[in-house]
């Protein structure tokens, strides 16, 4: 069937509209799922939010990858001024070590340039502006398996599991977690957090998750399904309410808000838009970043696209495992329009999990780039009662 009920029949008439989109949407093997949410504002600017879903599933386990990253960041500041420590804050070195099987450290070090400071900082620009892996691994170790997940269930996402690194760890050993502390650049000690275990279990909120006609393990393809049942679980409105509770904290209830300052939601912002080369971040000078680098929504990660100035988006991103998706919402100043879009689907025609042949390239990410171009196009030219102020979101920026 061309749709299910549920869907969103403007969502589905926009799909349909467009060849590419069309294809995706139509063919289940690509386990699409879209949330599209219009944002009408009255006369103070208030925002109201207006979902739209195509084949929005519950059931449908999809690899989150590096979407994760986005609860990591948030509840790491939000530990920080929990801490309450003097002297400890995002900018403060932290320094790792270890006390079990699979854990790596990273030593105390005060280095000349301070973008390459061991700091939570640091760690959220790495994650926010590529998606780095070890910065997601070292904030998951100062989070503890236990308390990260307590607080999403706290915040009003219970269904959510973190309980992975992303590196080979079995799933008892990411329950181990590492040793912290943090220095002055003198080396003098701020505060140390001993290694953490968590004592529970956690199990997917949807039983046993088998994905894949087989997988590769080394240079064996086994010819069995690829168990999910212990990996990070994250639903699509779960990872899309987390960033409306970043972008626009006010439309939260206060208990279901982070602990964040408003210094702590401008950093986040700033990071969550800005390219690379923009952020002033000096590891990520080099052309290798470029521009596209981590938006997949609209501009498909093409090397040769330039950001355009008139357009934020504010997105966190998830390839892995033949899935990909993007997470976002759209400020266009041009057009005075502003959306959501969330989507995931799933690439992987061989149906082989592991095998490094996934078809990001010539159908995910492309169909994300005309899904975000789609959507923009309705959205500059839907009337509007009245139309966004968008200057918060387009207002100059300090590097921090």
């Known amino acids: 069937m061309r749709s299910t ?57 999809f690899n989150p990858a590096s979407l994760v990253k986005l609860p990591v960041v948030t509840l790491a500041l939000e530990k920080l001024n929990d801490l309450n420590k003097p002297g400890v804050t995002r900018r403060t070195i932290m320094a790792t070590g270890t006390a079990y099987r699979c854990q790596t450290p990273t030593s ?43 607080r999403l269930k706290q915040l009003g996402y219970p269904n959510a599991r973190i309980t992975r690194r992303f590196a080979p760890c079995d799933t008892a050993a990411n329950r181990h977690t590492n040793p912290i502390s943090f220095h002055t650049p003198q080396g003098d000690t701020l505060h140390k957090q001993p290694a953490q275990y968590n004592p529970t279990a956690y199990h997917s909120p949807l039983g046993r998750v088998l994905k894949g006609r087989a997988h590769q393990a080394g240079t064996r393809v086994i010819p069995e399904p690829y168990d999910f049942t212990t990996a990070n679980h994250l639903p ?75 357009l934020r988006i504010y997105n ?49 990410q492309p169909f994300l780039a005309q899904l975000g171009r789609q959507i923009q196009q309705y959205e500059a030219q839907r009337l509007r009662q009245y139309r966004p102020n968008l200057t918060e979101f387009f207002a100059p920026e300090p590097i921090s």
């Open 236 to 310: 699509l409105p779960d990872i899309t309410a987390l960033l409306q509770s970043l972008l626009f904290p006010e439309s939260v209830p206060d208990a279901l808000r982070p602990h964040l300052t408003s210094t702590d939601y401008a950093f986040l912002r700033r990071y969550l838009h800005a390219t690379p080369h923009e952020s002033g971040f000096h590891p990520y000078a080099p052309a290798r970043y470029f521009d596209a680098y981590k938006k997949y929504i609209y501009y498909g990660r093409n090397p040769n696209l330039r950001q355009q100035s008139t």
């Open 108 to 150: 105390f070090a005060a280095p000349a340039d301070s973008d390459r400071t061991a700091t939570v900082g640091n760690y959220i620009k790495r994650m926010l502006l590529v998606s780095d892996n070890l910065a997601y691994n070292r904030l998951y170790e100062f989070l503890s398996q236990q308390h990260l997940n307590q």
């Open 5 to 61: 009920p549920g869907d969103s029949p403007l969502l589905d008439s926009l799909l349909q509209a467009n060849p590419i989109l069309k294809r995706v949407a139509n063919n289940p093997q690509y386990e699409l799922q879209i949330i599209y949410t219009q944002i009408n504002r009255d006369a103070q600017n208030r925002p109201t939010f207006i979902p739209h879903t195509y084949h929005l599933n519950p059931r449908q386990y």
């Open 316 to 364: 966190i991103v998830g390839m892995s495992h033949g899935f990909v998706s993007d997470i976002a919402y759209f400020a266009d100043s041009l057009h005075q329009s502003e959306f959501m879009l969330s989507a995931v689907l799933y690439v992987n025609k061989n149906g082989i999990i592991n095998d490094g042949t996934y078809e990001y390239d010539t159908i995910g």
